[in-house]
């Protein structure tokens, strides 16, 4: 500071920067805290006019954003002395804590506010109809099932689960059929990569899995689930198909309990105008053996595209327990006999529900399922 052209030098305009007289500073210390005194007044005052949320917001924006008061003397922080700087900042900072806490109550009677007047204008109407709930169905496979096991339920007999994938003992061996046996070109079977393990190409291995697991109590099961055969598919040929099959071993089973029941059930299934007949057939595991058929609830048995114009549909497969097969589940064929069936479910559930095509049952057509 030096004299120029004999004139005083002129104090420097206040800018909010602090002067270096201890007198100046004093005012200016006094200048900002009344400014801020004043903001905060402003502020509260016209916070108390705020209605809406988007008044709020532009109230925020003014009073608590960057170019606010209260933002701006934090920023120019660094142009205090340390004397002044905690002074300062203590002041401001009371002002945003007194501006923040009243905006966090507005706010929170905004919000209110604007809940209350949704609730009363948009008033729920219960007697409204819901969305319609997308429900699926039983497939009419699984629903037939169930119409087989609640009337071999009522027979007495009990559901027993045995393995899809079977050993090959299991599907022939110990169903008197051995290794080589021209017998197991009866099943065309889907073999694995591991030796000796089989896709099951009927329910008959069940037979020897409940024998050994009943023995030595009676066994009256039945026995449902996939069966897989590598055919060419056509209107009545799948390569995976449902299949039950029926077991009953006791001292004193007849062939005459084997045709009583599988009459009855095919009168419980069909009606009781549905009658049966068994004729003579072959099967390794069973002895003697018959096919059962039912005579063709289509054309009352007088011939039709269905039954081939024979008069009589086939049902399945059944005989007596053959005693090796017996000797195989563990009981001694002198002392205990039985009776078996195997009935297709696919093909009753064809019958039963006067389906034209097995493949419909297995393409998963909505149109199709839906019609049950
Ligand atoms: N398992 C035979 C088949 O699928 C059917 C059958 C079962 C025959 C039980 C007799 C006794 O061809």
């Known amino acids: 500071m030096g004299k120029k052209g004999g004139t005083a030098v002129e ?17 200016n210390m006094i200048d900002i805290e009344i400014d801020l005194q004043k903001e905060q007044q402003a502020a509260l005052e016209s916070l108390e006019r705020v209605e809406s949320p988007e008044a709020l917001d532009t109230w925020k924006q003014a009073h608590l ?22 002074q300062v900042g203590r002041a401001v900072n009371q002002v945003k804590v007194a501006l923040e806490n009243a905006y966090a109550l507005k706010e929170e009677t905004i ?59 299991m599907n022939f061996t110990y169903l008197n059929i051995p290794p080589y046996h021209p017998a197991r070109d009866m099943w065309d079977t889907f073999y694995t990569e591991d030796e000796g ?37 056509d209107q009545s040929h799948e390569i995976e198909f449902m299949q039950f099959e029926l077991l ?13 029941t599988m009459d009855d059930f095919t009168k419980r299934m069909f009606g009781p105008g549905a009658h049966t007949r068994l004729r003579p057939s072959h099967f390794p595991f069973t002895e003697p053996s018959a096919e059962l058929d039912m005579a063709c609830i ?67 057509d909505i149109r199709f399922l839906e019609q049950f």
């Open 65 to 86: 954003g960057k170019s606010s008061l209260v933002m701006t003397t934090f920023g120019k922080m660094g142009s205090f002395s340390k004397v002044e700087r905690p």
């Open 248 to 260: 009953v071993v006791d001292k004193g089973v007849t062939f005459a309990n084997l045709k009583g």
């Open 111 to 169: 919000r209110r506010k604007a809940l209350l007047s949704a609730m009363a204008s948009e008033k729920l109407d219960v007697t409204l109809p819901g969305y319609p709930v997308q429900r699926g169905r039983m497939h009419p496979v699984n629903l037939l099932m169930r119409e087989i096991y609640r009337i071999f339920g009522d027979m007495g007999f009990q559901v027993y689960r045995s393995p899809e994938v079977e050993t090959d003992d």
């Open 11 to 27: 104090p420097r305009p206040f800018i909010g920067r602090v002067f270096l007289s201890a007198e100046k500073k004093e005012v």
């Open 197 to 233: 393990v089989v896709l099951r190409t009927h329910t008959s291995p069940g037979q020897i899995r409940s024998m050994r697991d009943y023995y030595p109590n009676p066994v009256r099961v039945i026995l449902p689930g996939a069966c897989m055969r590598y055919e060419q598919q």
């Open 298 to 364: 289509f054309c009352g048995g007088v011939g039709c595209g269905v039954c081939h114009g024979t008069g009589w549909i086939e049902l399945g497969g059944c005989g007596m327990v053959h005693p090796r097969v017996l000797k195989y589940g563990g009981y001694d064929p002198e002392v205990y006999s039985g009776f078996a069936a195997g009935v297709g479910i696919d093909r009753t559930t064809l019958l039963r529900y006067h389906i034209d095509d097995i493949r419909y049952l297995r393409n998963n």
